[in-house]
């Protein structure tokens, strides 16, 4: 079993559709939760960054952990094409060495 | 404005030929990582370095070795190219508890 599982997708939903990507994972003692856009032979670039249980918006974005159920959510609104690209999430432990699920790919359609 | 350069972008080689990439950095950051990405797979990490003259193996290391002379450098060295190293390679870096910036990336393929 990974120590954290992600849906590899793809996702594929309609222009201004809220869109949902999830992660779990098995170790109770990751602390820090980051979720990573990637564009097409791109490196990935960080989106969002927690440390604790509970939300954190930004714009239309929003990171969801819950480290009662071990399970991250990151939440897109009024998503756009330009949203299309592959997600990651990653997390890590009190240490600079990040574990990273395989990856969702959404395409959003006009 | 600070960033990190991977080179070459891609690159075709032969099994057995000793490969070197380059990851070059201006964040003036202390830790370096190199990780490869393969379809089912994600960001696996092969080696890391928390400063100049500090190497770690990561997951992956067999068959790689990277060394630290200088803080904006950390070279990727495939010994003796294997057709299981077909990949493509990011270079990222932070300074100590914050988040990685991320290279574009060099697809490498050995044939």
């Known amino acids: 079993q990974k120590e954290v599982e992600q849906d590899p997708g793809p996702l594929s939903v309609p222009e201004g559709a809220i869109v949902s990507l999830n992660c779990t994972y098995s170790?109770?003692?990751?602390?820090?939760f980051m979720w990573y856009r990637q564009y097409s032979r791109k490196g990935p670039e960080l989106l969002m960054y927690?440390?604790?249980?509970g939300n954190k918006e930004d714009g239309r974005f929003t990171a969801q952990v819950d480290k009662s159920s071990k399970y991250i959510s990151l939440f897109i609104r009024d998503s756009q094409p330009s949203d299309s690209a592959t997600y990651l999430c990653?997390?890590?432990?009190?240490?600079?060495?990040?574990?990273f699920g395989t990856g969702t790919r959404l395409q959003v359609f006009p | 404005d600070a960033e990190i350069t991977q080179s070459p972008r891609h690159k075709i080689t032969e099994t057995g030929r000793q490969v070197t990439l380059a990851c070059h950095q201006t964040?003036?950051?202390?830790?370096m990582f190199w990780y490869r990405q393969d379809l089912g797979h994600g960001l696996r990490l092969i080696h890391y370095?928390?400063?100049?003259?500090?190497?770690n193996k990561g997951e992956v290391s067999d068959g790689y070795s990277v060394s630290r002379s200088n803080t904006e450098d950390l070279p990727l060295t495939l010994e003796s190219a294997a057709s299981s190293q077909t990949s493509v390679y990011f270079c990222?870096?932070?300074?100590?508890?914050?988040?990685?910036?991320f290279g574009d990336g060099t697809r490498l393929s050995i044939l």
């Open positions: 927690t440390y604790s249980s």
């Open positions: 990653a997390m890590r432990f009190n240490t600079d060495k990040l574990i």
């Open positions: 170790n109770s003692a990751f602390q820090y």
């Open positions: 990222a870096s932070s300074n100590g508890g914050e988040p990685q910036h």
């Open positions: 370095s928390y400063g100049v003259h500090d190497t």
């Open positions: 964040w003036n950051h202390n830790n």
